[in-house]
C-alpha cells in the first residue's frame, strides 16, 4: 500500500458472494502491423462499417466509412473547423460540412465512368472498386483495385497539421501489362453560411481539386489526384496545398505524438494501444485566438474546455508526455479557469468555450473546482517547473478554499452534480467530488511546501485531507448490492461504476470489495463498466479510472485480464482504435480526453508514479506475475527525461531502475513496496 500520510487506519470485514465476470473470446477484425499501425485485411465479416476522428490545429475529420457484402466501400466525411464560429454563441458553434461520395468530382479510368466510392447499378461492373484492406495510424489509408487490369487505387485521408484543410489523396497505380488512362474533373466548389450567422466573418467552406484533368499511367507507375476541403475567412485566398508535404508534415506529427513516453511490455496489443492513445490524446489541441485549446472533439467538443476532460483527465497526462503543444494547451486552459476566480467565491464555470469568448453553466455545481485543483496540482507537480507551478497556485489555492466552505455538517463536499451531468442521480453530495478534493489537497501540501508557502497552511491541508478521509468512509462507505464498498450518494442503492475513484487516490480502505463489486457480473459488461448496475449505459472513462485503481490498490493479475480485454476489443475489435466515450450517448465517439486516461492507467497504476516534487515521486510497481520486465521510456517529466524499468529479479523482489543521461540508479524493494525516486 503506498503511503503519503499517516491516516487511521480502519479494519473492515468483507462480505463477497459474487463471482468475478466471465471475459468472452473475441475475434478481431484488425491485426498490427510492423510499423505500428492496424490493418483489417478484407477476407469475410463483411458488410462492416465504422468511424474515426482525425485532427490537427486548425481542423477535424471524422470519417464515416463502410464496406459493403460486394467489398463496395462507402465513405462519408464531416469536417469541422473549431476556431471558424458561428451565431449564436454556444460549444457546438463551430463551422462544419459534411460531404458524401456524391459530392466528388467523376473520375474516368479509359473513358469509362468510375467514381471512387459510388454504389451505382449504372456503372460498368468492370468499373467497380473492391477493397482490399484498411489502415490507421494517425493517417487512415484504404486500398483497392478495380476492374481486372491490375490497377489499384490507395485513398489516405488526414487533415494538415498547421493550416484549416483536411486532404483526401486519391493514388492509382497500374499493375497490370497496358497503360491506364485516369481524367478526373475538375471541382472548385464553395459554400458559405450568412454573414448573420458568423462571427468574424464571413466563412467559407471550399471543396476543390489538385492535379484535376488526364493522366496515363504506364505499366508499374501510379497517379496522384487530391481533393481538399478548406476553410477560408472573409477575403483570404484559396490555399496552395502540396500534398506530398502535408502527408509528410502529418506523418511527422504522428511520430512526435508517439516518441515520448514509450510503453514497454511483454504485450504487444497494450503497447500498441498506449501508442494509439497519445495520438488521440493529443492531436485534438486546436490553434484558437485564446491559444491552444484541447477538445474532447466528437463533432461537438471544439475550441472549449471543461473541467473534467482538460483539467483532471489529460492534463495529467501532458505532464508526463512532454509535447510541447500538449503542455501549452494546459496551461491556458488553467489560465483561463484562473481568470473566473472572484472574492465572493462563486464558483468557475464548468466549461469556457468560443475560443475563450464564453461559458457554458448548464450543470450546475458538478464538483468542478475539486476536478481543477486535482489536476492542476498534479500537472504542477509532476511538469516540474516552478515557474508554472507558481503560476498555478493560486488557482489551486482558491479552488481549495471554495470546497472547504463546501464542506457540509457530514464533513464532505457538497456538489448537486457530477461530471455525468444529471444523467443518473447524484444526490447533494457524490463520492468523486469528495474524493477528488481529499486528492488535490495532498498535492497542495506537497507543492505548497516547494513555493514557501507557510509551514500553518500546509499542515492544515494535510489536517484536512486526514479528516476528509475518515468522513469519506463514514458518510459513503456501504454495502451496496452485497459489496462492502461505497454508495455513490446518500440514499444510493445500487452499484455505481465511480465508487472507483476512491482507490486513484490512494484510499484502499475498501479496496477487496470495491474491486470484486468493479469486476463483478453486476457491473462489469462486454464493454467495460456499466454507469448503473443493471442499466446499459457505459462511459469509458469510468472503466479507465477502475482498471487504473484496481493496478494502483494491488489487484495486478485481475486487473490485468481485464486490461487485456478492453484494449484488444478497442484496438482490434469492431470499433477501434481508441478508447470511446458513452454508449448508446454519442455512438461511442472517440473523445480525446478518454485517450489520456488510458495512458495514465500505466503511469500512474501499473508503475505507481504519483507526484511529490519537482524533481520527486514515489513509485510502487504493480508487475503482473507473467511478466519479468516491463518500462516506461523517454518520459519528460519532473523537469527531466528519463526512462524507467522494472525487473523481477527473484520471487517477491523487484528492481527499479531510473536510466538518465546516460547513468543509471537502481532500487531493490519488495513487490506492493513504495520507493521515493529523486531525479
Request: aromatic letters at 12%.
Amino acid at each position: 500500500m503506498r503511503i503519503l500520510f499517516v491516516f487511521p487506519l480502519m479494519v473492515i470485514s468483507f462480505g463477497i458472494s459474487a463471482q468475478s465476470y466471465t471475459l468472452s473470446e473475441q475475434n478481431d477484425r484488425w491485426v498490427i502491423q510492423p510499423d505500428g499501425s492496424i490493418q483489417w485485411t478484407i477476407n469475410g465479416r463483411i458488410p462492416h462499417s465504422d468511424h474515426i476522428e482525425m485532427a490537427g490545429e486548425k481542423v477535424a475529420m471524422w470519417m464515416q466509412y463502410g464496406v459493403d457484402s460486394s467489398a463496395k466501400p462507402k465513405l462519408s466525411r464531416t469536417l469541422v473547423f473549431p476556431s471558424f464560429r458561428l451565431l449564436p454563441q454556444r460549444t457546438i458553434a463551430h463551422m462544419t460540412y459534411n460531404v458524401e461520395d456524391n459530392d466528388l468530382p467523376r473520375i474516368y479510368i479509359n473513358d469509362r465512368l468510375f467514381k471512387a466510392g459510388v454504389h451505382n447499378a449504372s456503372l460498368q461492373t468492370d468499373m467497380q472498386e473492391k477493397v482490399t484492406s484498411i489502415t490507421h495510424y494517425g493517417i487512415m489509408q484504404i486500398n483497392g483495385e478495380i476492374g481486372k487490369d491490375g490497377l489499384l487505387l490507395r485513398r489516405v485521408y488526414f487533415p494538415s497539421v498547421d493550416k484549416a484543410v483536411a486532404i483526401e489523396k486519391l493514388v492509382f497505380t497500374n499493375t497490370g501489362k497496358q497503360p491506364i488512362r485516369v481524367d478526373m474533373d475538375y471541382l472548385k466548389r464553395e459554400v458559405s453560411p450568412s454573414a448573420e450567422r458568423t462571427s468574424n466573418g464571413p466563412h467559407h467552406f471550399i471543396i476543390s481539386t489538385i492535379g484535376a484533368g488526364l493522366k496515363t499511367i504506364q505499366p508499374g507507375d501510379s497517379a496522384v489526384f487530391a481533393i481538399t476541403y478548406q476553410a477560408t475567412r472573409a477575403a483570404e485566398p484559396l490555399l496552395t496545398v502540396d500534398v506530398n508535404k502535408e502527408e509528410n508534415a502529418r506523418e511527422m506529427r504522428v511520430k512526435q505524438m508517439t516518441a515520448n513516453l514509450i510503453l514497454e511490455t511483454p504485450e504487444k496489443i497494450l503497447n500498441t494501444m498506449f501508442a494509439f492513445a497519445k495520438i488521440r490524446g493529443t492531436e485534438s489541441i486546436y490553434n484558437t485566438k485564446g491559444g491552444y485549446m484541447h477538445g474532447p472533439g466528437g463533432l461537438r467538443y471544439y475550441a472549449a474546455i471543461w473541467a473534467n476532460d482538460q483539467a483532471e483527465y489529460i492534463n495529467p497526462f501532458f505532464a508526463f508526455l512532454g509535447d510541447e503543444i500538449g503542455n501549452k494547451s494546459a496551461m491556458n486552459s488553467f489560465r483561463m479557469f484562473a481568470k473566473y476566480m472572484n472574492p465572493q467565491y462563486k464558483a468557475i464555470p464548468s466549461s469556457i468555450i468560443a475560443e475563450g469568448a464564453g461559458v457554458w453553466q448548464g450543470a450546475r455545481d458538478r464538483g468542478d473546482m475539486a476536478m481543477i485543483a486535482y489536476g492542476a496540482g498534479r500537472y504542477a507537480l509532476a511538469y516540474g517547473n516552478v515557474d508554472s507551478a507558481k503560476v498555478l497556485w493560486p488557482l489551486i489555492e482558491w479552488c481549495l478554499e471554495y470546497l472547504k466552505r463546501k464542506v457540509t455538517a457530514e464533513g464532505v463536499v457538497y456538489s448537486d452534480s457530477d461530471e455525468l451531468e444529471g444523467r443518473f442521480p447524484a444526490g447533494k453530495a457524490n463520492l468523486n467530488t469528495s474524493s477528488l478534493y481529499y486528492d488535490a489537497l495532498i498535492s497542495a501540501a506537497y507543492l505548497g511546501k516547494l513555493l514557501g508557502i507557510p509551514v500553518k497552511q500546509t499542515k492544515q491541508y494535510q489536517q484536512e485531507a486526514a479528516t476528509l478521509r475518515i468522513n469519506i468512509e463514514k458518510y459513503f462507505g456501504a454495502t451496496v448490492d452485497g459489496f462492502e464498498t461505497y454508495r455513490y450518494y446518500k440514499g444510493n442503492d445500487t452499484l455505481r461504476a465511480w465508487i472507483t475513484t476512491p482507490l486513484t487516490v490512494d484510499i484502499f480502505e475498501r479496496k477487496a470489495g470495491t474491486i470484486a463489486a468493479l469486476f463483478s457480473p453486476r457491473l462489469w459488461t462486454e464493454d467495460g463498466l456499466a454507469s448503473l448496475a443493471g442499466n446499459k449505459t457505459f462511459w469509458d472513462r469510468s472503466t479507465l479510472y477502475g482498471l487504473r485503481g484496481a493496478f494502483a490498490a494491488g489487484e495486478t493479475e485481475k486487473a490485468l485480464a481485464f486490461l487485456k480485454y478492453f484494449s484488444r476489443r478497442r484496438l482490434l475489435g469492431e470499433h477501434v482504435p481508441y478508447a470511446v466515450e458513452a454508449y448508446p450517448e454519442g455512438n461511442q465517439r472517440h473523445l480525446s480526453a478518454e485517450s489520456g486516461l488510458y495512458c495514465r492507467i500505466y503511469t500512474e497504476g501499473i508503475f505507481g508514479m504519483r507526484p511529490t516534487g519537482f524533481n520527486s515521486f514515489t513509485c510502487t510497481p504493480r508487475l503482473p506475475k507473467e511478466w519479468n520486465q516491463m518500462a516506461l521510456r523517454n518520459i519528460h517529466s519532473f523537469g527531466n527525461v528519463f526512462d524507467v524499468e522494472v525487473t523481477r529479479t527473484a520471487p517477491g523482489k523487484l528492481v527499479i531502475t531510473i536510466k538518465k543521461s546516460g547513468q543509471e540508479k537502481k532500487y531493490t524493494v519488495k513487490e506492493g513496496a513504495t520507493q521515493k525516486v529523486i531525479l
